[in-house]
């Protein structure tokens, strides 16, 4: 073999393997952003759902927060699709949520915080770290922004469930467009995860 041959083969032999460390490499963030979509739509559909039989059983105040909260796990779930578009993925998988798999308010209530707690304790710490190490940004923005949005949604629902009365006042939630971030009754000037301005915010009733 001659000297030029050889020297063409091993570059192609270390292109083709640069390549594929790369694509192995963006494969754990896309993984985690196709299946942090699949969660997010569902817990939206999910709340959606929790909302109304919130609202049947009386519970008029939980069900402003399962709206809220609702709202809120739609802009995670945009923001994790528009991370993987970056990263060249389209449609990914939405999730459903069947309304026969709700329960009565208290147990929705107990339901919601086992999720956020998953979430914000296991998931987004873990798909944190996968983006970091792989270095992609809006996987990095979007997980973080769901990571501390799901610890106010864990309060928030704890303190429901802590309280759980009809006889409530139903006050209103404040959702921050871009992060999710989700406040109950008065909203800060800005969103202290993001720094939106408050006039961005969305009412919710
Ligand atoms: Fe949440
Ligand atoms: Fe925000």
């Not at 594929?20 to 569902?42: F, I, M, P, Q, W």
């Not at 109950?184 to 009733?205: D, H, L, Q």
Request: glycine letters at 4%.
């Amino acid at each position: 073999m001659s000297r030029k041959l050889l020297f063409s083969t091993a570059l192609i032999c270390l292109i083709s393997f640069a390549n594929l460390s790369a694509t192995h490499a963006a494969s754990k963030t896309v993984n985690d952003l196709r299946a942090a979509y699949l969660g997010e739509t569902t817990a939206h559909a999910k709340y959606a759902v929790y909302a109304k039989i919130a609202d049947k059983e009386g519970y008029k105040d939980i069900a402003r927060l399962f709206r809220a909260a609702s709202v809120a796990e739609s802009i995670h779930a945009r923001n994790h699709k528009r991370a993987l578009e970056q990263l060249g993925v389209r449609n990914p998988k939405a999730g459903e949520f069947a309304a026969s798999k709700a329960k009565t308010t208290r147990q929705n209530l107990q339901d919601a915080i086992k999720g956020e707690t998953y979430e914000k304790n296991i998931m987004y710490p873990g798909m944190l770290k996968d983006a970091r190490q792989e270095d992609k940004q809006g996987a990095i923005q979007s997980f973080s922004f769901a990571l501390q949005v799901e610890r106010q949604h864990a309060a928030l629902y704890t303190a429901a469930l802590k309280s759980l009365s009809k006889n409530t006042r139903p006050v209103n939630y404040y959702v921050c467009p871009v992060c999710g971030s989700t406040f109950r009754n008065v909203a800060p000037r800005s969103c202290p995860v993001c720094g939106t301005a408050r006039e961005k915010f969305i009412s919710v009733r």
